[in-house]
């Protein structure tokens, strides 16, 4: 992902009046039964957007299409902040060092990979978090915040690593809280834009899809 992938962030204005969420790919084969039987094809979801609904002016329309270009179309990955989920717990409450579990330390393992796992039941999903914002992440072992000298964690990959002095010691569990933002990139090649259409009132289509890391 580093070599076609650029650190910045589509327009937040654009992205908190956007629509999306998450879509998985489900086969499903009906029985002369009547039976079904249904097998997922991906592992993880993944997330489409639609960027349009959050052009209102010319000038986020001019702001849309500058980043557009830069990206060159479908050719380079950036960040996208999602509306519902940019936090490892509720949207509306800051993260806390002890919203999401990474694992339990061994003595000798230093780096964790961030997760969001969403459920409770029988079958929670784990989510890498590979994009979280830099300086939102903090990270407690065995229930004790963890100081932020002791850790670092990668804004580009999502790992956290801690020191020589502050690796988490056998069965200590290591949690985590974050905001974070999703890896994606635009879903076309051409963005059309009618300017006699946008100005009375039709949104423009501005389609991105996840890249799962």
């Known amino acids: 992902m580093p070599d076609d992938f650029h650190e910045v962030r589509f327009p937040l204005d654009v992205s908190l009046r956007g629509s999306g969420g998450p879509t998985r790919l489900t086969e499903i084969v009906t029985l002369a039964s009547g039976r079904e039987h ?53 949207p509306g409450r800051i993260p806390g060092p002890g919203d999401q579990r990474l694992g339990v330390g061994d003595g000798a393992t230093a780096v964790f990979a961030l997760v969001k796992t969403y459920g409770t039941g029988v079958s929670p999903y784990a989510r890498t978090i590979a994009k979280p914002v830099a300086g939102t992440v903090r990270v407690a072992v065995a229930g004790a915040e963890a100081p932020p000298r002791a850790f670092t964690c990668d804004p580009a990959t999502g790992l956290v690593t801690f020191g020589a002095s502050a690796v988490p010691p056998a069965g200590a569990a290591v949690t985590a809280g974050f905001e974070f933002d999703v890896p994606v990139r635009f879903d076309t090649d051409d963005l059309t834009v009618n300017l006699e259409a946008f100005t009375a009132g039709e949104i423009p289509k501005v389609p991105l899809i996840e890249i799962v890391p």
């Open 38 to 90: 249904r097998n997922s094809r991906w592992a993880d979801s993944r997330r489409r957007y639609d960027a349009g609904l959050g052009i209102r002016t010319l000038d986020a329309l001019h702001a849309v299409l500058s980043f557009f270009e830069e990206r060159r179309g479908r050719l380079y990955g950036f960040r996208y902040r999602d509306r519902v989920d940019f936090r490892s717990g509720p």
